[in-house]
């Protein structure tokens, strides 16, 4: 299991939308915070959650509309914890109206010493274009390498939407040659190129000290590389133990923060690009142990409208050592940073404490985001947040009705609702829920980056790549309507019509059009 902080692992999560529009919209809509479904105690597996229990990730939502993700114990497996069977996770479906599926449960092998196929997958799913899922598991695969004390140190996996799962990639930490990384905690992104990238919170090679984490690649078939072991002890201070995954940026480059290392080991704010690894920004100490630009980031960035990149801190500020309870931060791609906010211990029922996952920005050009603890309950909160910092609080979770410490980061579904998971609850029957915020936000626009082929006969299958594909309701070629399929939020494929000519593809869906930059030539 990861290397927890404080008294449990720490994660934030922050909402977002961007659209002139929905800003009228929201005022006119007071915010309403739904249930839309509960992970009950039911006692039908040895776990007593058989749809799984401690919801970590994000749901993300599939071609189909089905929201997809993933519980990091319950379920019918059998991991234990020396108190009774927790259960080693699920992989599960969820619909639009609240009915949930498993799909995959996550197992130890025959003997009950060994799990091939990993156990605990921490990190979420990602739909590649091939409409198939991808993510990791915590630990599991070969049992031989140890990492943090568990049965291994994790798997990459492909699963199909029926539940076909295979894995890809088995971490064998620094049994490796050369030495990689294991324990994966993030979730994985699907780059430009069409490999996907991820971090692990330990292993890696350097020199010789191999409990530092990396930066990987792999391909939907499996095609594995490190591209980056952290080093924080032989003059390097680039940071240590990625909890979160990476974004890639507009310019192509890669960011990400790590929970510890930097200058004073408490964090850092990196750029990969290539293969090299700059560090943006090392969170400070100051005397009196006092962190003022925060302490420990677990959650990804995000990179929004104005291009800069948006995060959290899970501690740290400017109070004293007891007190500090995280920030929030804008740094852009070159490194200038400036704190937004300080989350203060002393008065937690405004705006909540200790943000642990990340940020998302929404139609209205807001951000969205929780915290784990405070608010009136101290069971966390969600907030919006300007693009100037202003924060408002939203909803303050109250444990036993709509549960507590949200973890994750939340979803602007194709129909401009928010969604987001809580990790568990305190009245004894739920282990987590997801949750929608209905504000009247706007559906969210499709955008179109590229296609491929760039001409092609009547009949030709086009690759249509770009953002919010989800719930597309036509496809046009220079105006005639297209046969179409969504395979991802990013990835669509469409059928050069009869009649076409020559000209620009459109992209439909409830929240308007795109129009490709070029056009599409229709060849005889």
Known sequence: MPVQTGSSFRMLLILGVFTMC?????????PTLNVTYRFLKDGITQSGYSHGEFVYDEVIQGADGNFYGTTVLGGSGRCANGFGVTGCGTIYKLTPGGVQTV??????????TTAVNGIYPYGGLVQGPDGNFYGTTNAGGNAGASCNGTLGCGVIFKITPAGQYTVLHTFNGALANP?????????????KNGKFYGTTYSGGNAQNFYNQGTIFSVTSSGAFATVHAFDNIHGVTDGVHPYAGLIQGKDGAFYGTTQFGGTANVGTVFKLAGTKVTVLHSFPQQPGQTYPDG??????????????????????????????????????????????????AQNPSVNGIAPYGGLVQATDGNLYGTTIQGGAANAGTILQVTLGGTITQLFSLDSVTNG??????????????LYLTTSTTTNGTDEGNVLQVVSGLAAPLPAI??????????????????????GTTAVLFNGTSASFTVKSATTLIATVPAGAISGQITVTNAGGSAVSAKSFTVVP
Request: charged residues 15%; positive net charge.
């Open 22 to 30: 929905a800003v009228v919209l929201a005022a006119a809509q007071a």
């Open 179 to 191: 030495p990689e990384g294991g324990g994966p905690t993030g979730r994985l992104i699907l780059a």
């Open 404 to 417: 507590a410490a949200p973890r994750s980061v939340p979803l602007q579904a194709s129909d401009g609702t």
């Open 449 to 470: 980056t590229k296609f491929t082929p760039a001409k092609g006969k009547v009949g030709t299958k086009v690759t249509v790549t770009g953002n919010n594909f989800v």
């Open 103 to 112: 799909i995959y449960n996550f197992d130890l092998d025959s003997g009950g």
């Open 295 to 344: 302490f420990a980031p677990m959650a990804a960035l995000v990179q929004a409208s104005d291009s800069n990149l948006y995060g959290v801190t899970s501690a740290g500020g400017t109070l004293n050592t007891f007190y500090q309870q995280g920030t929030l931060f804008r740094i852009t791609t070159k490194g200038v940073f400036a704190k937004l906010w300080e989350f203060n």
